[in-house]
């Protein structure tokens, strides 16, 4: 768990413009990670390729809109946006939110998914997340099991960081040097937490951890606007 809804904050705080350093970074080392475990999930034959490759392809087609979008607007308002769906992300981890209805037709499935990628691509475009906190309860609704929804999850989240990331390249400001540093710490920090932490800590528990984490870090980001 994490991906931008954790890095874009810390980088922020850091002292890296929210825009034009933090998203691109962010979407960056988020693909870093997703790729690691989607090859592990594919091997593994966890990934449902009929429902993915549909949300996939709309996310990448809605992503670069939303990146148009953000380069027209200021930081402040796309902080908030930023924040607000971190809250609501932060409150489905610690209800421990699923879905009741289940859709069961193809078709039905098909324009869900559809649909569901391209407002999450474009929110990934534009504020830099919107990935895995709300497909994996889409994921649900359309039927999947919970590990067929996070390997299938994973796999769209790929694409989509790396649609992201490529959208925000053209007009970022990164250091190659912090970059390289930051996407190797990441990699090695997700191997080692997927090893020791996950062993150790019931899901469930570590779930609602990790939603009141997200409502923290949605409220700090929202006084920092407001200091301003």
């Not at 421990?96 to 474009?122: D, E, M, R, T, V």
């Amino acid at each position: 768990m994490g991906g931008g809804q954790i890095y874009i904050p810390i980088l922020y705080w850091l002292g890296m413009d929210f825009k034009y350093q933090a998203i691109p970074l962010g979407l960056l080392l988020n693909f870093s990670v997703q790729i690691s475990a989607f090859s592990t999930y594919v091997r593994n034959k966890l990934v449902d390729f009929n429902i993915a490759l549909p949300f996939a392809l709309s996310m990448i087609i809605f992503t670069p809109l939303g990146a148009i979008l953000n380069f027209n607007l200021s930081s402040e308002p796309i902080i908030i946006l930023f924040s607000l769906f971190t809250f609501f992300a932060g409150i489905l981890a610690v209800s421990n939110y699923k879905p009741k209805g289940k859709i069961q037709s193809k078709k039905g499935k098909l324009i869900a998914g559809f649909c569901i990628g391209g407002i999450l691509g474009f929110l990934v475009g534009l504020i830099g997340r919107g990935g895995g906190s709300f497909i994996v309860p889409s994921l649900l609704i359309m039927g999947l099991e919970p590990k067929i929804c996070v390997g299938t999850s994973s796999f769209i989240a790929t694409f989509s960081s790396l649609t992201g990331f490529i959208s925000h390249i053209f007009k970022s400001n990164l250091e190659l040097k912090i970059t390289i540093l930051t996407v190797v710490s990441v990699i090695a920090g997700s191997q080692t937490g997927s090893r020791f932490m996950v062993k150790r800590v019931k899901s469930k528990l570590l779930k609602r951890m990790f939603g009141f984490v997200l409502i923290l870090i949605s409220v700090l980001l929202i006084k920092s606007i407001m200091r301003k």
